[in-house]
């Protein structure tokens, strides 16, 4: 059985309210939504990919692409851009060497910028791992991601 | 329950649980709309209705409301002209100014809106959309830059064609319309009907033009270019060029056709007389073997892509029957004579529908790689190129189309509505039992308006049950019934409701009553004519007895057929 039929056991078929606990979960189980496993939940609650698809667009949170093993995101709000994310994300990408929605060539890291984390009153926030940063300056980043890649290889 | 309200300081009647919309419109009082479609529910998306109301700070939109005995309207105070001309500013602000090379140049909503409001001046400026144009599908363009997220394409596509390939993706200013996995149309579940161009007020969607091609053909000295044009053109054509419909017009199109450069002008017509001749020959000889199986007709492009991504457990009971513009297609290649100095054949087809040029492309439709139907020209189209070669409609004489498919019955008029194929194969098979014509009490029952209708008519001692699907909603109720275990002998399936003359080439309807006006149109005229089905018709006759005999390629009627399978896309 694989870990979206797993997931999928869990709800009802055809019930078209559990779309979003699903694609959490199956976020949650593969770091990301694959095309296979919209087509399986689309057949799973009888509803077309193409909503599902559309739907899953409209919050930041749904990736469609597998990305690193470290996925950064980055608030590119205007409050973080105020109190400087544009330093930051431009640390994150001269660092990394790649774009955001880019993943680096050993798989290790991938980042995108995102809206609205909920931290304004202390931008710029970052998000890796299950870790809130907060009051990122951008000298800090090459250390920062220097010590994730050692944490990665440690996994 | 009617009451009185104010509106503009006078009063007007309105009706208890209708919108200010319509009790407006009732009483003459025009405003503008953007995302409202006629017989959908309102979603107030747009505000482009916004009205003010005395004792609500908002404005509020006249299409979702309810009108209520309180209301005291002002619909173009200072307040809601400035919102209303404010709301056309910003869809404005971030759309490409380049109307004058737009496929919808003063035949666009937003931009009549926008003179309407009387904008003269880009005040409100954002960040451009970033032009991308999807060409991949051979019937429908999406370009995405002149897209103004009104939702109309998604809510036909999901409502009424049941596909459901296209949904807003992303959120935001990155908004755009687009299939799953925001890929392009081909490799979507898109069944390229067109329903889509029909309702989309600018030109985000459109079809795909093959004028050039056609024009580049038209120059060339070493081809034939043969013309033919389904039964419902010249009635469209008249209504798109603004010319009244005669019966001479069928007429004055084809010398029109001659006069554009077209060396031979057929009808298509005369391929819905062979398809609806073998499809009652298909159900007669059935009646003998044992085994009866629904036949399903496969005249409607669209539906066929359709059964193929959605319903593959219908694909047996498929007819293999070729759709009439390819019928046709495959005798014009075979029987027009090519000469040493024009060794090429090039067929056009001009069609009330979109699907038909996905349809003309078809693998199964070619032979030795090389298509019957070399380009599938739009109403609208073909309006463009008459226009473009200077032709005076008004003012030419008729001329016969040529032999050997010079002539159509009306039972294949009568096919460019939904149910009139199954109409018309019911009255050939009265006719073959040797009545005059199918019992008229029971074949009514496929004219009423239900989008699934069926009825059962016995001929000669033999019953003949059909079904007809006006639009893919009815689909759900015809497999209902087939895994009930009913019985029927011929099903016809539209995609388009209303049949062809709702179809996605032809002028937009607006509503189901125009499209039954149209429907009505054709039912008189069927009434009317002459030659009412293909037994009578002299063409069918010469072609069954003469032409298919003398061309050995056509004689076993290989060639009308052909096969479908299974489309392996994201549904």
């Not at chain 2, 003269?120 to 830059?145: F, H, N, Y």
């Not at chain 2, 298919?548 to 896309?569: G, M, Y």
Request: hydrophobic share 35%; with cysteine.
């Amino acid at each position: 059985m694989s870990k979206i039929d797993e997931i999928l056991s869990r709800y009802r078929e055809g019930s078209h309210e559990s779309l979003i606990p699903i694609l959490q979960d199956v976020q949650e189980a593969e770091g990301y939504l694959s095309e296979n496993a919209i087509v399986h939940i689309g057949s799973f609650l009888r509803m077309s990919t193409t909503k599902i698809f559309g739907l899953a667009t409209f919050y930041d949170r749904f990736r469609f692409f597998p990305g690193g093993r470290v996925h950064i995101r980055i608030c590119n709000g205007t409050s973080c851009f105020i109190n400087g994310s544009a330093p930051v994300i431009a640390a994150v990408r001269e660092t990394l060497g790649i774009e955001p929605g880019q993943t680096t060539r050993d798989g290790r890291f991938s980042y995108e910028l995102t809206t609205c984390m909920g931290g304004c009153n202390e931008g710029p926030v970052l998000f890796c791992g299950d870790n809130y940063k907060t009051r990122v300056h951008p000298e800090d980043v090459p250390d920062m991601l220097a010590k994730l890649k050692s944490l990665s290889d440690l996994q | 329950m009617q009451f009185t309200i104010e509106v503009n300081n006078r009063s007007i009647k309105a009706e208890k649980g209708e919108t200010i919309l319509s009790a407006l419109n009732r009483n003459g009082i025009m405003i503008p709309t953007l995302c409202r479609m006629a017989e959908f529910t309102p979603t107030g998306a747009c505000r482009m209705c916004v009205v003010e109301v005395e004792g609500r700070d908002r404005l509020i939109t006249a299409c979702s409301a309810p009108v209520e005995e309180w209301m005291k309207i002002k619909t173009h105070s200072p307040r809601v002209i400035r919102a209303r001309k404010t709301i056309v500013e910003l869809l404005l602000s971030n759309h490409p100014d380049d109307c004058l090379y737009c496929d919808r140049n003063l035949d666009c909503e937003l931009q009549r809106l926008s003179d309407e409001m009387q904008v003269r001046e880009r005040r409100i400026r954002g960040s451009k959309i970033k032009p991308r144009r999807d060409q991949s599908s051979p019937a429908i363009v999406r370009e995405l830059s002149k897209c103004i997220l009104c939702g109309r394409c998604i809510r036909v596509c999901e409502e009424v064609v049941t596909a459901t390939s296209i949904d807003f993706i992303g959120r935001g200013r990155y908004t755009h319309v687009g299939p799953a996995m925001d890929r392009d149309f081909n490799f979507s579940s898109c069944i390229h009907c067109g329903q889509c161009v029909l309702v989309c007020p600018t030109g985000a969607l459109h079809e795909k033009h093959y004028l050039s091609e056609v024009q580049e053909q038209l120059s060339k000295n070493d081809v034939i270019r043969v013309i033919q044009y389904s039964p419902l053109v010249p009635y469209a054509l008249a209504n798109e060029m603004g010319v009244k419909y005669t019966r001479d017009f069928d007429r004055i199109l084809n010398a029109t056709l001659r006069k554009t450069g077209f060396d031979k002008v057929f009808l298509s017509g005369a391929g819905t007389d062979i398809l609806i001749t073998e499809l009652a020959d298909a159900i007669i000889g059935s009646e003998t073997t044992a085994g009866r199986k629904p036949l399903i007709v496969s005249a409607c492009p669209a539906w066929v892509k359709y059964c193929e991504q959605f319903t593959p457990e219908l694909l047996p009971l498929l007819s293999t029957l070729k759709p009439p513009q390819q019928i046709s297609g495959s005798i014009i290649k075979s029987v027009v004579p090519v000469s040493d100095d024009r060794p090429r054949v090039y067929t056009v087809s001009v069609t009330p529908c979109t699907a038909m040029k996905f349809e003309a492309r078809r693998d199964s439709m070619t032979r030795k790689g090389i298509s019957d139907i070399d380009t599938v020209l739009t109403v609208r189209e073909l309006a463009r190129l008459i226009i473009l070669y200077g032709i005076d409609m008004t003012n030419i004489d008729p001329e016969p189309a040529d032999e050997p498919m010079e002539l159509r019955s009306s039972a294949a008029l009568l096919a460019e509505v939904a149910g009139g194929i199954a109409e018309s194969v019911l009255r050939t098979i009265a006719v073959r039992a040797g009545g005059k014509e199918a019992d008229r009490v029971a074949v009514k029952k496929l004219r009423s308006t239900g989008i699934f209708r069926e009825t059962s008519v016995t001929a000669g001692g033999v019953t003949c049950s059909v079904a007809v699907v006006d639009g893919l909603k009815g689909l759900e109720k015809l497999k209902q019934m087939l895994d009930a275990g009913t019985h029927f002998d011929l099903v016809e399936v539209m995609a388009c409701p209303g049949g062809c003359v709702n179809g996605g080439g032809m002028i937009p309807a607006g509503s189901k009553e125009a499209v039954r006006q149209r429907t009505r149109f054709i039912w008189q005229t069927d009434e009317q004519e002459a030659v009412r089905g293909p037994e009578q018709s002299s063409t069918v006759a010469g072609l069954y007895g003469n032409v298919f005999d003398q061309c050995p390629e056509l004689a076993d009627k290989k060639l009308f057929h052909t096969h479908f399978s299974k489309r392996d896309v994201l549904l």
